[in-house]
């Protein structure tokens, strides 16, 4: 049984950085991030595929995040570096297996509760 669980959230001013954090109990193929704003589908905005061998990124989101995984203690993590408010939203972490890996947020069926970045 997966389990997700989001951290790092918080306020933070145009131009400022956070790190989020997953911690998860199993790690699959690929793990990815996505945010949702209400009334708005779920977006990605990074995934990586066996152990980092691959890092995807959205072109709208390339230069200002990066995801990247610590597999001895099982934590996800997405730097985001010069932040906009467009960038306020809930952030969820998910998992697949790798072969499901896309930014279509309906192949993932394992998810956290989120956590939320606000811009100002």
């Known amino acids: 049984h997966v389990q997700l669980v989001e951290s790092g959230g918080g306020s933070v001013q145009a131009g400022g950085s956070l790190t989020l954090r997953c911690t998860y109990t199993k790690r699959l193929g690929c793990m990815a991030w996505f945010r949702q704003t209400p009334g708005k589908e779920r977006e990605g905005v990074a995934r990586?595929?066996?152990?980092?061998?691959?890092?995807t990124y959205p072109d709208s989101q390339k230069g200002r995040i990066a995801i990247s995984q610590d597999t001895a203690e099982n934590i996800l993590y997405l730097e985001m570096i010069n932040l906009k408010p467009d960038d306020s939203a809930m952030y969820y972490c998910a998992a697949a297996p790798s072969w499901e890996c896309s930014w279509r947020a309906s192949e993932y069926k394992i998810w956290g509760q989120g956590t939320q970045v606000t811009v100002s």
């Open positions: 990586i595929v066996s152990s980092g061998a691959l890092t």
